[in-house]
């Protein structure tokens, strides 16, 4: 006897990203999971008195979309009413961020913080006009003499804060910056204001706990505009006693109780896979190890919705702050360094590998914040190390970011079965700005998709989001074009990729980060019913048009979060 379906879509291109990337015309979910894939004759024995039908009209489906390094707290706790945006577009100079500051600042209590994000000096009118022009105390003082403000960057790896900020958390001209991090002064040697890497932890310890009403709310949140855009996976990468510059210090375990309860209520709406932080930037190794072995790692769970998958550590900063470890120098001189406790390249060379090795015996997937092609290298032979000390079966350590990538480290992890984790969204963002910390072949070069498939690493994509919107259609458009944010510019031609490798990054090649390849990722019989459906035939889009491409529909385990079909 066969079992109606639930959900059958009928009559649209079904981008399967099997093994062939077959399209299919038709597909078929019964009890959460897939049960035929084909054409119209495939289904429709399938349709039954309870059966909803989707009438695609044209309109492409494909698997639910896995963006596959996305800070979901972080980005609800950074979106309005939870925090004051002053990103792009909502304010384009530093005037205006005053402008916004001064607003808020009427309408919170004196002496309440005012915290908000967003802001990227590639989008600031008077840094633009003079790049060596950036956030300062000063900007924010006049506007809110009562009120400590923070400001998170568009990245998470700066924050600008006033003089009241300032004296509540005690940073003065003497006061010492964890290595590879940096309290900016000016030429009188006082503290400008802005904070890089692991330096604005002494900031945010300042900050009040946030209630666990504002995490759910953050997190509820976040969820709902996830599922809005048709994805249904994401890893989160840093929760734990570490903390990270994008968590306001709040993402520890708090936060993955949060996750839980959302589990065991029935509202959790896309599948989470965890990267735990024991240890925040500028650990020394031996920090780092008993903050691992000290871990307490949860269970209980249903580990196809949310699941502990391994564990983060930051290994270098960003190009735009210069705290990129890289082989040749930036514009204007420098290096950038690794983030971790030492008090030479040698010394932080020695603890990244202990870091890395200690992770790995204890039998965690390594997932590596690097950016710059030397601290790449590093990390990837600390890899190759560990693996050769401690051999043990498929890690599936990556390389997060991988903005430097060269071809010495795409061929050993290719050897290794690693992988890397990139972010076209960030790309796309910042690819005006680099030339001028990088010259222009290296900021072409950035996120070098192309080589790296060539050289048979495994690719995923994620939007790193609050960092950028998770938009995975603009993230596609960009692995196709390569154009820029700002001017539209092309950067790194040589780099691009085709649409059906670009959408495998967001599905099946990110669903072997999390070891769920085999059960997701893919629209095939009997796999999980993660589906999306985007109006109109993605496969002929002009790339231009993708990020316009309105998701009508999102189906999670065969359950629908979200719809917008047309009546």
Same mark, same amino acid.
């Not at 009562?146 to 006033?162: E, I, M, Q, Y």
């Not at 120098?329 to 690794?338: D, I, K, P, Q, R």
């Given at each position: ?307 502990? &998958? %391994?564990?983060? =550590? ?9 705290? $990129?470890? @890289?082989? !040749?120098?930036? #514009? *204007? ?82 050897? &290794? %079965?690693?992988? =890397? ?9 910042? $690819?005006? @700005?680099? !030339?001028?910390? #990088? *010259? ?82 893919? &629209? ?44």
């Amino acid at each position: 006897m066969t079992t109606d379906a639930d959900l059958v879509f009928l009559d649209g291109q079904v981008l399967t990203v099997d093994p062939d990337f077959t399209v299919a015309s038709a597909l078929a979910v019964t009890e959460g999971v897939i049960s035929a894939v084909g054409g119209r004759e495939d289904v429709t024995p399938l349709i039954g008195p309870s059966t909803r039908v989707v009438r695609l009209g044209g309109a492409t489906l494909l698997p639910g979309i896995n963006d596959s390094h996305l800070h979901g707290c972080a980005f609800g706790l950074t979106r309005p009413p939870l925090s004051l945006d002053v990103g792009h577009p909502a304010v384009r100079s530093l005037a205006e961020v005053a402008v916004a500051v001064r607003e808020a600042a009427g309408r919170v209590p004196a002496g309440e913080w005012i915290v908000g994000g967003g802001w990227d000096p590639g989008f600031l009118d008077e840094c633009v006009a003079d790049p060596s022009r950036l956030p300062t105390r000063h900007d924010l003082d006049a506007v809110s003499p009562d009120h400590p403000v923070l400001l998170h960057s568009f990245s998470g790896h700066a924050t600008w804060v006033n003089s009241h900020a300032l004296r509540l958390a005690g940073i003065d001209r003497d006061t010492v910056a964890p290595p590879g991090a940096a309290v900016v002064a000016d030429a009188a040697g006082d503290p400008t204001g802005l904070l890089l890497e692991g330096a604005q932890a002494l900031v945010e310890q300042a900050l009040p706990a946030l209630p666990l009403e504002t995490r759910t709310a953050a997190v509820k949140a976040a969820l709902a505009t996830l599922a809005g855009l048709g994805i249904t996976s994401f890893t989160e990468p840093g929760l734990g006693p570490g903390g990270d510059g994008i968590s306001r210090g709040t993402l520890g375990p708090a936060t993955l109780d949060v996750y839980r309860r959302l589990l065991d209520d029935g509202e959790l709406t896309a599948r989470v896979g965890v990267l735990l932080l024991p240890a925040g930037m500028a650990s020394t190794a031996e920090e780092f190890a008993r903050a691992l072995d000290s871990l307490d790692v949860p269970d209980g769970t249903d580990p196809r919705l949310l699941r502990i &998958l %391994g564990v983060k =550590v930051f290994a270098d900063g960003i190009v735009p702050n210069r705290t $990129a470890w @890289m082989h !040749e120098s930036y #514009v *204007g001189g420098g290096c950038g360094s690794l983030c971790v406790g030492g008090g030479t390249d040698a010394e932080r060379v020695a603890a990244m590998g202990a870091m890395i090795r200690h992770a790995h015996a204890a039998g965690y997937q390594l997932g590596v914040h690097v950016t710059g092609d030397r601290a790449i290298d590093t990390v990837v032979d600390a890899f190759a190390a560990a693996v050769a000390e401690h051999p043990r079966p498929d890690p599936r350590h990556y390389v997060i970011h991988g903005d430097f990538l060269g071809a010495r480290s795409m061929k050993a992890l290719a050897g &290794l %079965g690693f992988g =890397v984790n990139m972010n076209p969204t960030i790309k796309w963002t910042v $690819a005006d @700005m680099e !030339e001028d910390f #990088v *010259g222009p072949e290296r900021a072409a070069y950035a996120w070098p998709y192309r080589d790296a498939i060539d050289a048979g690493v495994r690719v995923a994509s994620g939007s790193d989001a609050p960092v950028t919107f998770p938009d995975w259609r603009q993230g596609v458009a960009t692995m196709l074009l390569r154009e820029s944010k700002g001017t539209g510019r092309i950067s790194g031609p040589d780099q691009r990729i085709g649409l059906a490798e670009a959408i495998r990054t967001y599905t099946v090649d990110a669903a072997w980060q999390d070891f769920a390849e085999d059960w997701k990722g893919s &629209l095939e019989v009997g796999k999980a019913a993660d589906l999306c459906v985007l109006a109109g035939a993605l496969l002929t889009a002009d790339p231009h048009d993708i990020p316009d491409m309105p998701v009508l529909l999102t189906v999670m385990g065969g359950r629908v979060v979200y719809d917008a079909m047309p009546v």
